[in-house]
């Protein structure tokens, strides 16, 4: 069984049991619940529903494993022969979750 769910303006694939790195959720702790409600297909092994725009009485339940933040990407301008070089890193930050069920 599987699901495909818009989260955050994004959209995931998802299963049982599955962790995923979502965009950050700064008003949660660590070990609450989350219901995402927004499911756009459900595949239940015997038959798939797809939405118009979504699928009715459906949710996905998951809770929240960490906060944590993703690997240093470099950010590095420069203007040829005017010896203007610039060099920054940044850190996105994003929640870990973890799949508990999902209801149809």
């Known amino acids: 069984m599987f699901a495909i769910v818009d989260f955050k303006g994004e959209q995931f694939k998802v299963e049982k049991d599955q962790t995923l790195k979502v965009p950050y959720l700064?008003?949660?702790?660590?070990?609450?619940?989350?219901?995402i409600?927004?499911?756009?297909?459900?595949?239940?092994?015997?038959?798939?529903?797809i939405g118009h725009?979504?699928?009715?009485?459906?949710?996905?339940?998951?809770?929240?494993?960490?906060?944590?933040?993703?690997?240093?990407?470099?950010?590095f301008k420069k203007k040829r022969r005017k010896g203007y070089q610039k060099k920054q890193g940044h850190r996105q930050n994003y929640t870990k979750i973890k799949i508990k069920e999902i209801v149809n």
């Open 26 to 35: 700064k008003n949660l702790e660590v070990g609450s619940e989350i219901e």
């Open 37 to 49: 409600d927004r499911i756009l297909i459900l595949d239940n092994g015997k038959d798939k529903i």
């Open 53 to 75: 725009p979504t699928v009715e009485n459906a949710k996905v339940i998951a809770e929240v494993l960490a906060h944590e933040k993703e690997k240093k990407i470099i950010v």
